[in-house]
């Protein structure tokens, strides 16, 4: 439910419903409305406080009773418990009109995927692709400014920061403007009388390994060496070619797709430091030129897997083709190539995740296109996949 929308006392207002073989759907008796979302976070983004402002609204009106739900709290409403957790975002009011008549109005519900950052895509009227971007401030105010990217297949049609009550032209005659910033929250509820039953079903478990330690106290030895065997088997294993197949693809969709949007970020949980800094330059000159790399990987094969320790190498062979396409228009630049690699990944697990650390081609690539928009040299052959002429230098 977003700020202002008002939740009916109907059991088709819940998304979920989960209930027993006895039980009856819930729904509440009076309309309530979510009059604010009261949040503040840490200066490192991560959630500080989080509060629901309700209005439990009387015949249909705004006159009620007010109510506050701290997070991981709950209040009495109707005969059941409503309580929130930290499932919220701002929300995003588009207004799009597509030529001269078509209008859609869209509310999209932003996303946490990093501390204090949202995002979120929907698709327009015309088939366009909108994806959004907002970070909250440590105040948690709601966010005056949206980073929208808008493209139409793979071409990037616009970039930029958008403020609320900004319209922005499209190619095809349409406009995009942000109408507002809200917030949303996931509001549950639950009812359940027989609730005692498994209270009493918990005491009688923790009744029963009590007794079970005190007439066999070697159980509770014997079951902690059978985990540890369990996880040594299961965490310490050697990274199966599988599994680095799946890691390198993940790595060459986020990388296809950030160059696509013209977005670094995108990687910004896959690479390193060093590879995010040579990406961050490769993306950034292009975008400068007003284009865009379209990749696409016609095919991959793993050659060879190599794991020690926290360090894994992945040899692939790999067979791609690139399009340049320019910003606003997405058409495309130039004739495309068709480049074949044997590439080398060095990736290093770091929190529990294999970051790409650096790629280096383990042999001359084989180029198809040998002229272009823009080409770099052989020293920097190992910044990943890009079109040209090695050992050459070409400025655009």
Not at 266 to 288: A, C, F
Request: charged share 20%; proline share 6%; with cysteine.
């Amino acid at each position: 439910i977003m700020e202002g929308e008002t939740l009916p006392p109907s059991a088709t207002a819940w998304s979920t419903q989960r209930t027993g073989a006895l039980a009856t759907p819930i729904r509440t008796t009076q309309p309530i409305v979510l009059t604010a979302l009261d949040t503040r976070l840490y200066p490192s983004g991560d959630l500080a406080h989080l509060e629901a402002h309700l209005l439990l609204s009387t015949n249909g009106t705004l006159a009620g009773n007010m109510a506050r739900i701290p997070v991981n709290n709950s209040i009495g409403v109707s005969g059941i418990r409503l309580f929130i957790g930290t499932d919220y975002g701002p929300a995003v009011l588009t207004e799009w009109q597509g030529g001269t008549t078509l209008t859609q109005r869209v509310a999209t519900l932003l996303r946490r995927v990093d501390h204090n950052r949202f995002e979120a895509t929907f698709v327009g009227p015309t088939g366009e692709q909108a994806h959004l971007r907002a970070e909250l401030q440590p105040q948690g105010q709601r966010p005056d400014v949206i980073e929208l990217r808008i493209m139409k297949e793979a071409g990037l049609l616009f970039s930029g920061v958008v403020r609320k009550g900004e319209r922005i032209p499209l190619p095809n005659g349409g406009t995009i403007a942000i109408a507002g910033t809200p917030f949303w929250i996931r509001l549950h509820a639950s009812r359940d009388p027989s609730l005692w039953l498994v209270y009493a079903g918990l005491a009688c478990a923790v009744a029963g390994f009590i007794l079970l330690y005190a007439f066999n106290k070697r159980t509770p030895v014997i079951l902690l060496f059978l985990f540890c065997i369990a996880g040594g088997a299961t965490g310490c294993g050697p990274v199966s070619p599988v599994e680095a197949r799946r890691l390198v693809e993940r790595y060459n969709a986020a990388v296809s797709e950030a160059y696509r949007r013209g977005d670094v970020r995108l990687v910004d949980n896959i690479v390193g430091e060093t590879e995010g800094r040579k990406l961050v330059g490769l993306i950034g000159v292009r975008t400068d030129m007003g284009i865009t790399l379209d990749p696409t990987l016609l095919s991959l094969d793993i050659v060879e897997v190599k794991n020690k320790g926290k360090i894994l190498h992945v040899m692939t062979r790999e067979h791609w083709r690139y399009r340049d396409r320019r910003i606003g228009s997405g058409e495309v630049v130039g004739k495309e190539s068709e480049d074949r690699y044997l590439m080398l990944y060095e990736f290093l697990r770091t929190n529990d995740l294999w970051m790409v650390e650096r790629i280096d081609f383990a042999a001359p690539p084989e180029i198809g296109r040998k002229e272009g928009l823009w080409f770099t040299s052989r020293a920097d052959d190992d910044t990943l996949h890009q079109p040209r002429i090695p050992q050459e230098h070409h400025t655009p």
